[in-house]
């Protein structure tokens, strides 16, 4: 049992030495942040995908520079498909919040960040967008365009 415990003392020294070395100068809490921001706003964005699905349809319809017949052709499936993008890509931003809240809640002593599990939330537009000093408070986001 002793030898279990010395092994298990290296292993949480070597481990403490890793992160003191490896942590980076820049000082945020990035990743918590974002993780809370993806974890309570997607819920809204699978409520909202629904809309911002059907109405990148019609802007894409509209859009287009194809004949009437193209148009009507392309709408129906457009739908099944933007709906069903909008509603899966929400759920990546929640696991994705899940994944980062831990390491995020990790980091925070360490004054450290992570490169973003899923960027889509923090680049594309969206039908509420407020950054806060908590968390992004960005929902409604259209992920196909």
Known sequence: MTRFVRRLSRVAVVFGLALL???PASASYETFKR??????????????????????????VTDIEDTTAVRVVYFLPGLGWNIGMQSGVACLRGVAGGLEFVPGLFLIPFEADME??????????????????????????????
């Open 21 to 23: 070395i490896a942590t």
């Open 35 to 60: 993780s809370i921001s993806n974890l309570l706003m997607f819920p809204l964005d699978l409520i909202t995908g629904p809309y911002v699905g059907v109405k990148s349809v019609i802007a894409n």
């Open 116 to 145: 973003p599990l899923f960027p889509l939330s923090d680049r594309q537009d969206a039908l509420v967008d407020v950054d806060t000093r908590a968390f992004n408070f960005k929902f409604g986001i259209n992920y196909v365009d």
